[in-house]
């Protein structure tokens, strides 16, 4: 195998509970902008595969890498929220939720000239962002229009994770800031 192979393999591993404390710290406060958008959008990638996953099923590592890889189906971030749609995770708002993230986290990766959050066409794109509500019982989200354009990237970015991550299955624990657990609701979102 190649060491291009070797390396776009790694790109297409899943992350495991165990790298979460390393994205934890990539991702603080005081990230670089840049660097902040696209490791958290790469954390919203990995939920995205691992709700795919879920509703896939159990696959061969070919398979996986069919899927994964270079021209596969689910190769790139828009086929992937293309797939959570069409297979019903993901509705209207989600929807147009991870296309306005997968564009902004675009801008980051691709930009020729210095940008941040507070670049006027960044920060307008974020404005659109969605609050969704990700709380069994549902809580209507208050959508906070007082935001930085930082702050609602990663605050709808980590809501559509939890809710991403529940629609598996998996036990999503929160707590506010009383210290009470709440229940993250599953199923799909809006």
Same mark, same amino acid.
């Given at each position: ?17 165990? #790298? ?33 996953? #879920? ?47 997968? #564009? ?5 990766? #691709? ?80």
């Amino acid at each position: 195998m190649s060491k291009v192979s070797k390396l776009r393999d790694l790109t297409t591993k899943a992350a495991s509970a165990d #790298h979460q404390e390393a994205f934890d710290e990539q991702t603080a406060d005081d990230a670089d902008d840049r660097s902040f958008c696209l490791l958290l959008s790469a954390m919203l990638e990995n939920s995205l595969d691992q709700a795919n996953d #879920h509703w896939i099923g159990e696959q061969t590592e070919d398979v996986r890498k069919a899927l994964y890889d270079q021209d596969g189906l689910l190769a790139t971030f828009a086929r992937k929220i293309t797939f959570v749609t069409v297979i019903g995770i993901a509705g209207p708002v989600a929807r147009e939720n991870l296309r306005l993230l997968r #564009h902004v986290r675009n801008a980051f990766a #691709h930009a020729k000239l210095p940008i941040t959050f507070d670049t006027p066409e960044v920060a307008t794109v974020c404005a659109d962002l969605v609050r969704i509500n990700i709380f069994d019982p549902p809580e209507e989200p208050d959508q906070m229009p007082g935001l930085t354009p930082r702050k609602r990237f990663q605050v709808v970015t980590n809501e559509t994770m939890m809710r991403l991550l529940s629609s598996t299955g998996f036990k999503v624990l929160f707590w506010d800031d009383d210290g009470v657990e709440k229940t993250i609701i599953g199923g799909a979102l809006p």
